[in-house]
T-cell receptor, first 112, second 113 residues
Framework: EPEVTQTPSHQVTQMGQEVILRCVPISNHLYFYWYRQILGQKVEFLVSFYNNEISEKSEIFDDQFSVERPDGSNFTLKIRSTKLEDSAMYFC??????????FGSGTRLTVV | KNEVEQSPQNLTAQEGEFITINCSYSVGISALHWLQQHPGGGIVSLFMLSSGKKKHGRLIATINIQEKHSSLHITASHPRDSAVYICAVEEGLYGGSQGNLIFGKGTKLSVKP
């Protein structure tokens, strides 16, 4: 069964550093998403991406965040200058109408 | 903005019991999703519903659009069903584009042998 692959599974970074979270969505899916889940809280929407551009973003997705799909396969989330409150599990997901959502296994980001 | 409420927050059952988890939402939606999250954190999609009822193995999901309510049932529960079950709704964007998900807080299910 096709999978969404996320790397790394766990990243520890110092406050103020830039991080890039990587995702390989399912190849024939059209919509791509980043969600995050702060420990003990519900999953929150960050950004959706369609046709090589952002289609929707939440209030959380401020200027510190950016997304790219540089080569038609990888889908990346960049956090420019990490803060302690960015510590969370970040999930990539892709969507196709017939099959619904497929989530990656997540990247646990710890900012120290 | 849609509010997604789940009940109960925590549920402990004995193996073999029939389990029901409820979800209600406040604003009309284009689809409702039931998801399963295991202790390691990964999320698996169980069902996507826009009307009626769907069944997959021992899992059954129903939705009542008029009442803005959905239920997830597990028949003959087993310890391996222990996980967090999350309801998420999709409001959809104008023109039928694919909208993002709004999540409930989840129901933590523990099935004892």
């Amino acid at each position: 069964e096709p999978e969404v692959t996320q790397t790394p599974s766990h990243q520890v970074t110092q406050m103020g550093q830039e991080v890039i979270l990587r995702c390989v969505p399912i190849s024939n899916h059209l919509y791509f998403y980043w969600y995050r889940q702060i420990l003990g809280q519900k999953v929150e929407f960050l950004v959706s991406f369609y046709n090589n551009e952002i289609s929707e973003k939440s209030e959380i997705f401020d200027d510190q965040f950016s997304v790219e799909r540089p080569d038609g396969s990888n889908f990346t989330l960049k956090i420019r200058s990490t803060k302690l409150e960015d510590s969370a599990m970040y999930f990539c997901a892709s969507f196709r109408g017939e099959t619904g959502y497929t989530f990656g296994s997540g990247t646990r980001l710890t900012v120290v | 903005k849609n509010e997604v409420e789940q009940s109960p927050q925590n549920l402990t059952a004995q193996e073999g019991e029939f389990i029901t988890i409820n979800c209600s939402y406040s604003v009309g939606i284009s689809a409702l999703h039931w998801l399963q999250q295991h202790p390691g954190g990964g999320i698996v999609s169980l069902f996507m519903l826009s009307s009626g009822k769907k069944k997959h193995g021992r899992l059954i999901a129903t939705i009542n659009i008029q009442e803005k309510h959905s239920s997830l049932h597990i028949t003959a529960s087993h310890p391996r069903d222990s996980a967090v079950y999350i309801c998420a709704v999709e409001e959809g964007l104008y023109g039928g584009s694919q909208g993002n998900l709004i999540f409930g807080k989840g129901t933590k299910l523990s099935v004892k042998p």
